[in-house]
T-cell receptor
Framework: SAVISQKPSRDICQRGTSLTIQCQVD?????MFWYRQQPGQSLTLIAT?????????ESGFVIDKFPISRPNLTFSTLTVSNMSPEDSSIYLC???????????FGPGTRLTVT | KQEVTQIPAALSVPEGENLVLNCSFT??????LQWFRQDPGKGLTSLLL?????REQTSGRLNASLDKSSGRSTLYIAASQPGDSATYLC????????????FGTGTRLKVLA
């Protein structure tokens, strides 16, 4: 299994500012994803973080709002730009790996925008 | 478009009871299905992964079954304990070559001491 860490674990931010969330994996993985979980809701996929190329965004999510970097096979960042209260969510990094392609999640970053 | 639904949305049971959580999906062409547990404000912990060719998987007091043709999976928890209280999520991965998972709506479980 993969061990995933995220920084920060939580933050309270002002409207209009940006926050960068880091995701570190203890082993090299091909597939890395970013999810959003709004209060009381299930998980929604934001994008697939591709190593060495632009991320692949899901419908409703754009690069200007959620720029993603993936410089290598163990690290990725997600930036939430020009934040509004509607961006208050838990942001989760996940990887798919192993022979069975099981999905593993980081502990999440709880973001509150005031 | 794949849709994943979990019933019930919330469940409260006394300690020691055996219980079943349900997960339904609309497109039976899946690669695998995974059950997760999420504690409040936390990330997800993987419980069981069932490949499309399998009928069930077991881990301790947990047993997950898969009926791909009918678009259903169940998670059976035996002898429930207060520590089992959490939200349980199922997620399916399509067999179309993607590694993306589609998540269900979740079941909030509370086990009363």
């Amino acid at each position: 299994s993969a061990v995933i860490s995220q920084k920060p674990s939580r933050d309270i931010c002002q409207r209009g500012t940006s926050l960068t969330i880091q995701c570190q994996v203890d082993s090299q993985v091909t597939m890395m994803f970013w999810y959003r979980q709004q209060p009381g809701q299930s998980l929604t996929l934001i994008a697939t973080a591709n190593q060495g190329s632009e991320a692949t965004y899901e419908s409703g999510f754009v690069i200007d709002k959620f720029p993603i970097s993936r410089p290598n096979l163990t690290f990725s960042t997600l930036t939430v730009s020009n934040m509004s209260p509607e961006d208050s969510s838990i942001y989760l990094c996940s990887v798919v790996g192993g022979n069975s392609y099981e999905q593993y999640f980081g502990p999440g970053t709880r973001l509150t925008v005031t | 478009k794949q849709e994943v639904t979990q019933i019930p949305a919330a469940l409260s049971v006394p300690e020691g009871e055996n219980l079943v959580l349900n997960c339904s999906f609309t497109d039976s062409a899946i690669y695998n299905l995974q059950w997760f547990r999420q504690d409040p404000g936390k990330g997800l912990t993987s419980l069981l992964l069932i490949q499309s060719s399998q009928r069930e998987q077991t881990s301790g007091r947990l047993n997950a079954s898969l009926d791909k043709s009918s678009g259903r999976s169940t998670l059976y928890i035996a002898a429930s304990q207060p520590g089992d209280s959490a939200t349980y999520l199922c997620a399916v991965r399509q067999a179309s070559g993607t590694y993306k998972y589609i998540f269900g709506t979740g079941t909030r479980l509370k086990v009363l001491a």
